[in-house]
């Protein structure tokens, strides 16, 4: 018997959202029913909803959850109901050919339900990274759901399903921060900040919060940033160089996605330095370098897809961290919301009101 939710549906490009009611399938072999408790609003939500992704209308947006599992399919033994788990937009599927050379972190196949979600009248919606968490219950392939200890606080939990884990590995492992390194952070929301916590537990020496907004950058003090850069008022590579003996720093971390960050960060790095980028783009952009530039400054050029995370051994890692006092997610949290209040989360995003707007379920209130 599908069960009859409520979900948040993009219908089409740049419209607003709506809440309206889906159709959700008792889990097959290999599936996972998840009883939402708590799904942060991610910028990657708007991107999907602005058609950036793809043009897959209509989606179910939502994919930084955590939850309760509630029923699991057969051949299912990782988790079982009653779990509390983290959702994953990665579950690496093990014979990809990345999964093979032993990288699963890049799995070109991760896995995902393979029933469909629906609206009322079966439209197939398409879940956004796979997941679809604002909705009550979702469905998702086993290997997605990360069990993790059940003491934490959902809204928290949730982060780490996508943006804290993106920033966090942007840093610690795409990235490679080591101890002593020098950092530049380009954008302080959600993700840019879990990069400068992540360069921080990693021993970064001083770790250069960019951003065009002082409220944004005053927050970034909060999660480890040793100074910060107004990029709308002054040149943030000229800035960068000053708070670093003229020479740049050694890991330049972009987390906006757009050209122009892309190329600060590019020039802020020192000699042989690393840029990562874990902003993502939307398909009009373009980014033009002299490749002198390129090739004389060495180093290397590296995007970020999740952090190169592997959840099954990031995230309970990371709420482990969290419980101990060495991770503070709650920091995070701006606001809690109802499902109906997604549309108003992403303009707050826009007007850069909020670090985490997170949609808490009946199940967790
Ligand atoms: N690679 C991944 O796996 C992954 C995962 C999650 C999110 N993301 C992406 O990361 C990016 C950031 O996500 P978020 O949720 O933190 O978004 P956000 O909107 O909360 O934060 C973006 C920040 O960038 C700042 N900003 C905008 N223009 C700037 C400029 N010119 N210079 C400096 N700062 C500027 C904004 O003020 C804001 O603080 C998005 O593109 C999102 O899609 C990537
Ligand atoms: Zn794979
Ligand atoms: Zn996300």
Do not use: D, K, R, S
């Given at each position: 018997m599908p069960h009859e939710v409520q979900g948040v549906i993009a219908r089409s490009k740049g419209s607003p959202v709506s809440v309206e009611t889906i159709r959700v399938p008792d889990p097959g072999p290999e599936e996972a029913l998840v009883r939402v408790q708590a799904c942060g609003v991610c910028h990657t939500d708007l991107h999907y909803r602005e058609g950036a992704i793809t043009d897959d209308f209509p989606f179910l947006l939502g994919h930084e959850a955590a939850g309760v599992v509630e029923a699991v399919g057969e051949g299912v033994h990782n988790v079982a109901p009653g779990d509390f788990v983290i959702l994953a937009w990665r579950a690496p599927c093990g014979t990809c050919r990345s999964c093979l050379k032993g990288r699963p972190w890049y799995c070109f196949d991760s896995k995902n339900a393979t029933q469909p979600m629906t609206l009322a009248d079966g439209t197939v919606l398409t879940a956004a990274?796979?997941?679809?968490?604002?909705?009550?219950v979702t469905l998702v392939d086993a290997a997605q759901a990360v069990k993790v200890d059940p003491t934490a606080s959902p809204a928290a939990a949730g982060l780490i399903g996508c943006g804290v884990m993106a920033g966090l590995g942007a840093a610690m492992y795409t990235g490679g921060v080591g101890r002593g390194d020098t950092v530049a952070v380009f954008g302080c929301g959600g993700v840019g900040n879990a990069a400068i916590q992540g360069s921080a537990l990693a021993g970064a020496r001083k770790i250069i919060a960019v951003d065009i907004d002082e409220k944004k950058l005053e927050w970034a003090k909060g999660f480890g940033a040793t100074d910060t850069v107004n990029g709308g008022q002054v040149d943030p590579v000229e800035a960068i160089k000053d708070l670093t003996d003229g020479l740049g720093v050694d890991v330049a971390i972009e987390a906006v996605g757009r050209p122009e960050t892309m190329k600060q960060a590019f020039f802020a790095r020192d000699l042989a330095g690393t840029m990562v980028q874990v902003g993502v783009p939307d398909p009009t952009m373009t980014v033009e370098l002299p490749m002198l530039e390129f090739f004389g400054r060495g180093g290397a050029l590296k995007p970020s897809w999740y952090g190169d995370c592997l959840p099954s051994r990031d995230f309970p890692m990371l709420i482990d961290f969290y419980l101990a006092g060495r991770l503070d997610l709650d920091r995070y949290v701006s606001e809690t919301i109802a499902i109906d209040e997604v549309e108003d989360a992403f303009h707050k995003m826009e007007r850069g009101e909020v670090l985490r707007s997170v949609v808490m379920f009946d199940a967790a209130r």
């Open positions: 990274l796979g997941i679809g968490a604002f909705a009550e």
